[in-house]
């Protein structure tokens, strides 16, 4: 079903909502163009269904909206961000092959999303500089300085072109950066308040003559429509959304909101029209990426980088009887290959956001760990006393755990069957993202600020301890009650 709502004028006329319905953007419009939004891609060009890739995405567009080279000029593409982190085929060269992927599907710009970060601040400098697009983020800011981290490639906004309209989009990044992605990494940024950005830039966009203002944002819809609705007097078109996966094409007050879901599963989209007289009239709807032949030019694209990534990530670890989806039986087995490869260590804790794949059935690959745990985190080693312990997986986010376990409210140590002892000090392994502060997870550094960091990637025990079982096509690993 395509919704369907009424912007402001573009001077002073007003449109009742009422004399749009079951209107048609017609001929007679002066200038048109319309917006495909993707947010929160995680890498997952190849699709995570049958037809539904990247490729597929590119050219349902062609099929449906009327995408091409020679209409490209009518089109705007917009992303949410997190473009990359997920399956290996994105992960194992940090981004680049997504970066190549939306440079070909022709995007204008994407927000800076937490996960853009996960591989340091070099490294979005340079997927920043590979982009034919832009990375947009007004709320990020250097700490010592308070600038737009230019020099990493990010700036505020960008004054793009489409259907002979010039439009100013505008970049936020989520406030929680400093604790979604490792907190280390980001420490030298500060993320501002989303209205006090947008009330000092929206203005400076608008005299650099943007006739339009758009806010793409790495920021979930329970933030962004009471944000929308504080600054209505600012007069933005659109904002966009990302953070939350949402699917959702609405009008909200005087702006239209988008979100396209996520892994180019879907996309959202919106027409404006602004006619002779001044006024917008905006179509706007949401669309599953379905039923569209994969584009032969996208397709040999990715089809070459899981070819570069398989030559790397190609060996078999193990061969499992049946797929171990993502949740907590999967987090368990991380945790406890943790212990496996540290036996002088006795608990250990990973936060469930670490982990973000599935383990699949019959051959399991080094690819395939890679996309479960696909993150620069390191295993640190904490000593920290059992009151301490307790009290900080009762306030962490979720917190995965081999050798304790809550049973009945309690935190019972799975080698003494009894609680932690409040005074002692334990050795328990956490991944550096959780010792840097991330999900909540601050009493690890405080308890001991000179923990030991492994320099084990948090994901090498796992592989390891699969290799070990020394598994078979026709002797897989099978998981017991």
């Avoid at 697009?133 to 793009?160: C, Q």
């Avoid at 308040?193 to 830039?201: I, K």
């Avoid at 706007?284 to 990715?302: C, Q, V, Y």
Wanted: charged fraction near 20%; hydrophobic fraction near 40%; charge should be negative.
């Amino acid at each position: 079903m395509v919704l369907r709502g009424v912007l402001r004028p573009l001077l002073t006329s007003v449109i009742v909502a009422s004399t749009l319905a079951g209107c048609q953007i017609t001929p007679q419009s002066e200038r048109n163009f319309t917006v495909l939004y993707t947010n929160d891609e995680h890498g997952w060009m190849e699709g995570m269904g049958e037809s539904n890739s990247a490729a597929n995405l590119i050219q349902l567009w062609k099929d449906s909206e009327g995408y091409s080279a020679t209409t490209a000029q009518d089109f705007l593409l917009l992303s949410g961000g997190d473009n990359w982190t997920g399956p290996a085929i994105s992960t194992w060269n940090q981004g680049e092959s997504m970066v190549e992927v939306m440079n070909s599907m022709g995007y204008a710009a994407s927000a800076v999303g937490n996960h853009e970060f996960d591989f340091g601040l070099d490294t979005i400098r340079q997927r920043s500089a590979e982009a034919d697009y832009a990375y947009v983020s007004a709320n990020t800011a250097w700490r010592e300085t308070g600038r737009v981290p230019e020099d990493l490639g990010i700036v505020e906004y960008r004054i793009v072109e489409a259907g002979d309209v010039r439009i100013a989009v505008i970049g936020l990044t989520t406030t929680e950066t400093s604790t979604t992605t490792n907190p280390a990494t980001v420490a030298p940024l500060q993320f501002n308040d989303y209205e006090a950005t947008l009330r000092r830039v929206v203005p400076e966009s608008k005299a650099q003559g943007a006739e339009l203002t758009f806010v793409i944002s790495h920021v979930c819809l329970d933030e962004l429509e009471p944000l929308a609705l504080a600054v209505i007097d600012l007069n933005i078109d659109l904002f966009g959304a990302g953070h939350c996966n949402e699917l959702v094409a609405k009008r909200l007050g005087g702006t239209v909101i988008l979100g396209g879901g996520f892994h180019f599963g879907a996309y959202a989209r919106a027409t404006f029209a602004l006619d002779v007289d001044g006024k917008i009239a905006v179509d706007f709807s949401t669309k599953e990426n379905s039923g569209a032949a994969a584009d032969p030019e996208l397709a040999a694209i990715i089809e070459r980088w899981q070819s570069l990534s398989e030559d790397s990530l190609s060996e078999v670890l193990a061969y499992v009887e049946e797929a171990v989806p993502r949740g907590p039986l999967l987090d368990k087995l991380v945790v406890e290959s943790w212990l496996w490869a540290d036996p002088t260590a006795e608990v250990a804790v990973t936060n469930a956001g670490g982990i973000r794949a599935p383990l699949p059935s019959g051959a399991v690959t080094l690819g395939d760990t890679v996309a479960i745990l696909p993150f620069d985190n390191t295993i640190v080693a904490v000593e920290i006393s059992g009151s301490e312990l307790v009290a900080t997986l009762n306030e962490g986010s979720r917190p995965r755990v081999a050798g304790i376990a809550q049973r009945e409210g309690e935190w019972i140590l799975t080698a003494t069957g009894e609680p932690p002892v409040a005074e002692r000090i334990y050795r328990v392994l956490v991944n550096s993202f959780m010792y840097a502060g991330g999900d909540g997870y601050e009493r690890f550094a405080s308890a001991d600020p000179a923990a030991y960091d492994t320099g084990t990637q948090y994901g090498l025990p796992f592989r390891d301890w699969l290799r070990s079982l020394a598994s078979s096509e026709t002797q897989p690993l099978t998981l017991l009650d």
